[in-house]
């Protein structure tokens, strides 16, 4: 029986995926009921007409937030204790809430080789909810990096401001790669599609978006910059084994490298996991519409994709 969502709550709609799909929901012709969860102490603000519940985050408080709530989307980020996420999620069950969309967004986190500890963070909420079928249903998103966030952090192992490019293995072997805008498109469009998220429950739901290379990348980018960029090749398997070292001694970036290392090479542990047309995407079925990717990156280098808590960056 398909359902027609009625009602949304966002949890951390202000972040740098939770605007976007905000924005889609807002201009929806047929959208749900918009409420949007802060802390007590957030200033954020938000346009008519959403409706804003300021919540301490107690169990009782949650509850009140998610009664009559079809959908809880969550945007929150991997920082936040899990077990805070749990008492979340448990909270929406005990207040009739139909599905939870966790705060995937990314990599196959389900992937053996993302062991690290974003991935296994992200795995561990959905096995919480897998727990929980029955009680309510989940459907979690993977699109593997947002283009513009990871061309502008590094990520992709462009440096903007040196002009210099760390390609993993030959640099052309294809993964998939999604900007927020898209993403958001496709939240939308499941949630008011009965039949799309009637099909979605309890499943992953894969965004295959634009077909890349990392050399198809540089290409872009040296022909915005006009001017021809530094490039360091490594294999798949030396920058996964440098960025355990740098976990090993508290350094973050280390998980990064794995992510560039699994999602954009082929040899060793990096094998095809980045290329996301293989796992049956949802991008036709859900009547998305890719920009052209030229258009993505430039738009990304003049600054027409704003970071939040990032300032923007532009090719000098």
Request: aromatic fraction near 8%.
């Amino acid at each position: 029986m398909t359902k027609h969502v009625r009602s949304v709550i966002l949890i951390g709609a202000s972040g740098n995926i939770g605007v976007h799909v905000l924005t889609q929901l807002l201009a929806h012709p047929e959208r749900p009921e918009v409420t949007v969860l802060t802390r007590e102490e957030s200033t954020a603000e938000f346009p008519e007409p959403v409706r804003v519940f300021r919540s301490d985050y107690s169990s009782t408080s949650l509850e009140q937030a998610f009664k009559n709530q079809d959908v809880a989307l969550s945007f929150l980020n991997y920082d936040v204790p899990f077990d805070r996420l749990k008492l979340i999620i448990d909270a929406a069950i005990k207040a009739g809430v139909d599905r939870f969309i966790p705060s995937d967004y990314g990599i196959r986190t389900y992937h053996e080789r993302y062991n690290v500890g974003v991935a296994t963070y992200k795995r561990k909420v959905v096995r919480h909810l897998e727990e929980k079928e029955g009680l309510i249903s989940w459907t979690s998103f993977i699109c593997n990096p947002w283009i513009e966030y990871c061309l502008l952090d590094g990520l992709l192992g462009f440096d903007l401001g040196k002009h210099e490019a760390d390609i993993v293995d030959s640099g052309d072997d294809p993964f998939s790669g999604s900007t927020r805008s898209y993403v958001a498109q496709a939240v939308c469009n499941l949630i008011t599609d009965p039949a799309a998220y009637h099909d979605s429950k309890n499943q992953y739901v894969h965004l295959a978006g634009h077909t890349l290379t990392q050399n198809k990348i540089l290409s872009v980018l040296e022909k915005v910059s006009g001017k021809q960029w530094k490039i360091d090749y490594t294999k798949a398997d030396d920058v996964i084994a440098e960025g355990q070292k740098l976990i090993a001694v508290g350094n973050p970036w280390g998980m990064a490298l794995i992510v560039r290392a699994v999602t954009c090479g082929r040899t060793g542990e990096g094998e095809g996991v980045g290329d996301l047309r293989y796992q049956r995407p949802w991008d036709e079925r859900l009547g998305l519409k890719l920009n052209d990717l030229e258009d993505d990156l430039r738009a990304t280098l003049e600054g027409q994709f704003p970071i939040i808590h990032m300032p923007p960056i532009i090719i000098p």
